[in-house]
């Protein structure tokens, strides 16, 4: 099944959803209405993403130096 | 090649495909921002994701060691995936009332005359998406620089190496 317990791996499908998110703004713009309010929330989310996805590593990699594990089950405390 | 990619991110299981699929799925959904008239969007996409995220996945893949090990510290064994019959279950039926959800608001979207006016093919929107994040948009592009600089600063106190405690 698609269900994952690898913290990256979900990180990718956030990436994902957030990019599959953008492009549905962008094609409101280009279908629906046609002002560039679209191309500016998509704009946002992809700052949004990166910002995320940077903040998300650095938290990943924290905790595989803490614990040698990126598997989610491992992290299910929060001090050692 | 955008589902293509997005499929196979969620179905391979080695990480380091998953990242490149990942990638060939950016570059797909850029193309069709550039197919969609959105320029600027197109290239942000490519620098972005392309130039940014995918590397840093990369990176954070690498430092964490590929898959990882399949074995706890408890010695059990970890399941790569999770659920069983009755999570399954609820998931279905989860599934089922959010697209009820979503149908009954996407109705009026569904039911909304296209523009007849469509933004001419190749109009550069560099200009005009400057002059709206200047003027209409400002709080919100104030506030993901704001976002941006928290995200900074947050990072790095995360990935700090930690000082020891003399307590």
Do not use: W
């Not at chain 1, 998300?56 to 803490?66: A, D, E, K, N, Y």
């Not at chain 1, 598997?71 to 050692?80: E, G, K, M, S, V």
Request: proline residues 1%.
């Amino acid at each position: 099944m698609i269900a994952r317990k690898n913290i990256i791996a979900m990180l990718l499908g956030i990436e994902l959803i957030l990019n599959a998110s953008a492009l549905n703004f962008a094609a409101y713009t280009k279908f629906v209405n046609n002002n560039l309010d679209g191309h500016i929330l998509s704009l946002f989310i992809i700052v949004i993403a990166a910002a995320e996805a940077s903040v998300g590593l650095g938290i990943v990699i924290r905790f595989f130096q803490l614990r040698e594990s990126i598997h989610i089950d491992d992290a299910a405390t929060l001090q050692n | 090649m955008t589902i293509g990619g997005a499929v196979a991110v969620v179905y391979s299981h080695n990480l380091m495909h998953a990242c490149l699929y990942l990638l060939a799925s950016l570059f797909g959904v850029a193309g069709l921002y550039a197919v969609i008239g959105a320029d600027f969007l197109a290239a942000t996409q490519l620098v972005v994701y392309a130039g940014g995220v995918v590397i840093l996945m990369l990176f954070a893949i690498m430092l964490t060691g590929g898959t990882g090990n399949r074995i706890n510290r408890y010695g059990l064994e970890k399941i790569a995936s999770m659920g069983n019959k009755k999570t399954y279950f609820f998931a279905g039926f989860a599934a089922i009332i959010t697209s009820l959800i979503l149908l009954k608001i996407i109705a009026s979207v569904l039911r909304a005359q296209p523009t007849n006016k469509v933004l001419a093919a190749n109009d550069v929107t560099v200009n005009k998406l400057g002059v709206l994040l200047a003027t209409d948009h400002i709080l919100a592009f104030e506030i993901s620089s704001v976002l941006l600089l928290g995200a900074l600063i947050g990072a790095a106190v995360i990935s700090r190496p930690r000082k020891e405690r003399h307590d």
